[in-house]
């Protein structure tokens, strides 16, 4: 049960995040909203595998963890894509890169369809991915490693290359947080792989490497001034505040349903709902209280708009 209330925590964190881009107008918006979406629905994929492990739904297990790892190839994919677009987010640019990046995504996804029968728990192995031997190493680690880890790295690559090419302030600033993030994620995910290898519960975590990449990329790419210390200090503030407490508040409310009620369909309405409730009362708080926590975006843009406007006069 614990591994349920860990995964729909950051279910509930990530589909805020998601749901937050789909208003944004700035352009990487589009292109961070693939990521964040495709995250949400993956994690939602994983949280389904977890039930029909613990209600041992065993039919469909098989064709979830198949889906759900393709959802890991579109995020790996999408974020390569993102690495490359950034920081203008041009359409219809870098296409002999898409193309690199679709072929060798398939080749991944190849490997889990083909090589990867699926996820299981078992009470000597616990939690893990069964898969046939590939050059000395189960499939699954392949794919693991080179989705959290091997593709990070080479986003990050990328990142340095622009940042170091990239004469805009606010454009490096930009990537580097992004880059940031990267490194962030990679090092998280280093650290689960380690874990699973004694902890096979530790695999809840590795939504949390998504969740900080989407938060801080967002955070990072929708600013139009150059941070300060104070700014990323209420930066944090702001997600602590906004998004960290309530996704809490809904993970305690998950671990109580799952506790105390039996019937399956009512816990799955019961937090649905909890979790519908949680969002509409953040997002009045987050509407009421940003000013207060340093978010001066929109007053900026008004006072920029006011400014273009006095010199058209």
């Known amino acids: ?21 789909v208003f944004r107008k700035e352009p990487h918006a589009r292109d961070l909203f693939m990521i964040a979406g495709t995250t949400v629905i993956t994690t939602l994929l994983f949280l389904i595998l977890i039930l029909a492990l613990y209600f041992n739904f065993s039919n469909i297990i098989v064709i979830v963890s198949k889906i759900f790892m393709m959802g890991m190839v579109l995020i790996s994919f999408f974020t390569l894509q993102f690495t490359v677009k950034m920081p203008y987010f041009e359409p219809q640019k870098n296409i002999t890169f898409t193309v690199f990046n679709g072929i060798l995504h398939l080749l991944i996804a190849s490997l889990a369809i083909f090589f990867i029968k699926g996820f299981f728990w078992n009470p000597l192995s616990g939690f893990k991915f069964a898969s046939v031997i590939l050059a000395g190493n189960p499939a699954a680690d392949i ?60 695999i809840a975590i590795t939504p949390l490497g998504y969740l ?31 998004i960290l407490i309530f996704a809490a508040m809904t993970g305690f409310w998950a671990s109580w349903v799952l506790t105390y009620v039996r019937n399956f369909y009512v816990q799955v309405i019961l937090l649905v709902v909890g979790a519908l409730v949680s969002l509409v009362i953040r997002n009045f708080v987050s509407q009421k209280f940003r000013w207060f926590l340093g978010d001066k975006s929109e007053y900026a843009s008004a006072i920029e708009e006011k400014i273009t406007a006095a010199r058209l006069y």
């Not at 591994?3 to 925590?9: D, E, P």
């Not at 790419?221 to 941070?227: I, W």
């Open 143 to 202: 794919f693991e490693r080179t989705l959290l880890l091997f593709i990070p790295i080479l986003a990050m690559g990328i990142s340095i290359y622009k940042i170091f090419n990239e004469r805009s302030r606010i454009h490096k600033q930009q990537m580097i947080i992004f880059f940031a993030a990267l490194l962030l994620c990679a090092i998280l995910w280093g650290i689960v792989y380690y874990l699973a290898t004694i902890f096979s519960w530790a």
């Open 212 to 242: 900080l990449l989407v938060f801080f990329t967002s955070s990072g790419f929708s600013t139009s001034m150059v941070y300060d210390r104070k700014q990323l200090a209420f930066a944090l503030l702001r997600f602590l505040t906004f």
């Open 1 to 21: 049960m614990g591994l349920i209330v860990f995964v729909f925590f950051f279910l509930v964190v990530l589909t805020i995040l998601a749901i937050s881009l």
